[in-house]
């Protein structure tokens, strides 16, 4: 079923299962994602939320800024969620925790206004400075 997607921590306390079409898979290049990832750009895949379960375990949430909070594993620390608290209907997940990324490939660039300078991503995906529609 192309349209299911699992995934999981590195050392597999928290399993995770989307079904159905990601609404965006984007690369995030924000400082926020940058710290809390440990690497310097993070690709997110957004579901609804309804479509996303976790399958085994669960992840320790954090409030990380005024309008949104992120999961990691609390047993080895993988970043797996971002959710946005205005919008809880739809919940972000790390494509790097994927079982298979390949399935969930990136469609922009997001906060390309943090994005370290070293970093040469050869693509032609739409670049947006700050968030989607700048
Ligand atoms: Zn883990
Ligand atoms: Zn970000």
Known sequence: MSDMHEGGCLCGAVRWRAAGAPQNVNHCHCEMCRRGSGAAVVTWAAFAAKDFTF????????????????????????????????HEDSIDVTVGT????????????????GAVSWLHIQ????????????
């Open 55 to 86: 399958t085994r375990g669960a992840p320790v949430w954090r409030q990380s800024s005024a309008v949104a909070r992120r999961s990691f594993c609390g047993a080895c620390g993988s970043a797996l969620n971002w959710q946005s608290l205005k």
């Open 98 to 113: 994927a079982d298979r990324p390949e399935g969930l490939a990136p469609r922009e660039h997001l906060w390309t206004e």
């Open 123 to 134: 693509d032609n995906l739409p670049r947006h400075r700050t968030r989607r529609g700048t």
